[in-house]
């Protein structure tokens, strides 16, 4: 057995160092990378902080309907004169302190009740407006997976064109060397070649902006996940009518929930303002302490020193009512109820557009099925096509274009039908995301048709869309 020297041991633990970190490399799942999205997504966690911040104005509301206890004190110096009979100055000269508190409760006040009636509208269009962001994070982490799945495959496609592109090169050269062939088909040849190489370029790129993705949402650096198993079936929607999805949604997108809550608010708010209308009764408890100490005296002379504490309590019902305020309490109300107005109408909106949207959704996710299936049979033509003008290339009756273009085609045609699986996937669960039921169970769900280590032939398109 050769002996390694130093040099050797250190290249050979350097390569096991490497292989080490290929073998220790993670593959994650779609239910992976969305876990890591919940922990590390910068979106979800500033909106889980915006509804933490917006609730508290529930507690705030609530402070001004509960009683509040406040202590004051102060202490002064004085230094004064004055002139008494027989046209002398008297000197003033002192310190005083005191110290109080009030006790003040809330019997009547309007405004303060509805606000907190309003308060607890805002706080929970709040939580709605998070779980809104939760439901997205679903469908941004879906949109992000599987758009890195798209560009392996196309890549994938692009590499086994290129091959093919240049076993037609390689053959046409052979040929052309024998005499059987003109240049032209050669360099013909050799362009369709330059062209695949770039498309191979690109589709590498694409890999890697499609992973820069996934790393903005988990903050993670995923290089390698789970492929989609092809076999996963393409179903049309269910409830298959239109209307039962527009129904789901009137009464389950988030989103319309969150304006609901906002219309909500904003007629409380109206009553807010009415309320400045009401009279205010408070009722109070004051206690105060106050402890003088002045000496009276003529310059030059020695006085006296008056020294006096005393203090006080106080309890008491305080009544208020604005009679007349300049108008300010009246165009408040008027503002609140142009902004009600406006809040109505944007719900509308709302609620017009999201039942266009689930209408437009479920249209699509029914076409996506249909169009699966006829990609699937496009594979099929398009391989017949190749086979029919590769046997033509070989007997004359066909150019080196010809076989060219219809290579291309059948990629293309394989392009097309896994790019139409993923709309289908990613347009289920936007239509599930706009009718209000889209959660963590359908990336369960759709997880199971994940495979971890797919090779190139085991990601290749059914056997079903090959031709015979």
């Not at 008297?90 to 009740?113: D, I, K, V, Y």
């Not at 300049?326 to 008027?334: D, F, I, N």
Request: proline share 2%; aromatic share 6%.
């Amino acid at each position: 057995m050769p002996k390694l020297s130093p040099n050797g041991f250190l290249l050979a633990a350097l390569a096991g160092a490497i292989l080490n970190v290929q073998a220790a490399e993670t593959e994650y799942n779609l239910l992976d990378v969305y876990n890591l999205a919940q922990k590390n997504d910068a979106q979800l966690a500033a909106a889980h902080y915006d509804m933490q911040a917006i609730q508290e104005q529930k507690t705030q509301s609530r402070a001004t309907l509960l009683p509040s206890l406040t202590l004051s004190a102060n202490t002064q110096y004085t230094q004064g004169n004055s002139e008494v009979s027989g046209g002398k100055d008297l000197e003033n000269n002192g310190n005083s302190h005191g110290w109080g508190a009030t006790l003040n409760q809330p019997l009547f006040r309007m405004a303060n009740w509805y606000g907190y009636d309003q308060a607890k509208s805002i706080s929970a269009q709040a939580e709605l407006r998070f779980s809104a962001e939760e439901q997205s994070l679903i469908l941004r982490t879906s949109e992000a997976y599987f758009n890195v799945l798209r560009a392996e495959d196309s890549l994938i496609s692009a590499k086994a064109e290129e091959k093919a592109v240049k076993q037609q090169l390689d053959q046409a050269r052979e040929r052309y060397n024998v005499g059987l062939i003109a240049e032209t088909d050669v360099l013909e040849a050799q362009a369709g070649y330059d062209a695949a190489r770039v498309a191979r370029i690109l589709g590498e790129n694409q890999v890697s902006v499609s992973y820069e993705a996934l790393r903005t949402i988990t903050n993670h650096d995923i290089t390698q996940i789970g492929s989609l198993q092809k076999a996963m079936p393409v179903n049309h929607p269910v409830p298959a009518s239109a209307d039962d999805w527009v129904n789901s949604a009137v009464s389950g997108n988030l989103s319309l929930q969150v304006a609901r809550e906002g219309l909500e608010a904003s007629q409380k708010n109206i009553k807010v303002q009415k309320a400045g209308h009401a009279p205010t009764v408070d009722a109070f408890a004051r206690y105060n302490y106050n402890s003088d100490h002045l000496s009276k005296n003529r310059p030059g002379e020695h006085g006296g020193l008056t020294t006096g504490k005393g203090d006080s309590t106080v309890v008491g019902l305080q009544f208020n009512m604005e009679l007349f305020g300049g108008g300010a309490t009246s165009s408040r109300v008027r503002q609140a109820t142009y902004q009600m107005e406006s809040v109505q109408q944007n719900f509308d909106k709302s609620l017009r557009e999201t039942s266009s949207s689930t209408r437009n959704l479920f249209r699509t996710v029914n076409s996506d099925v249909d169009r699966v299936d006829a990609r699937c049979q496009g594979i099929v033509s398009s391989e017949s096509a190749l086979n029919a003008v590769q046997s033509g290339y070989e007997v004359g009756t066909r150019n080196i274009t010809d076989v060219l273009d219809a290579q291309k085609n059948l990629f293309s045609a394989e392009r097309d039908y896994l790019n139409a699986r993923y709309d289908y996937i990613v347009n289920t669960m936007r239509l599930k995301q706009v009718a209000g039921t889209l959660s963590p169970t359908d990336l369960q769900e759709l997880n199971q048709w994940i495979v971890s280590g797919g090779t190139t032939e085991d990601m290749s398109i059914p056997a079903q869309c090959r031709a015979n």
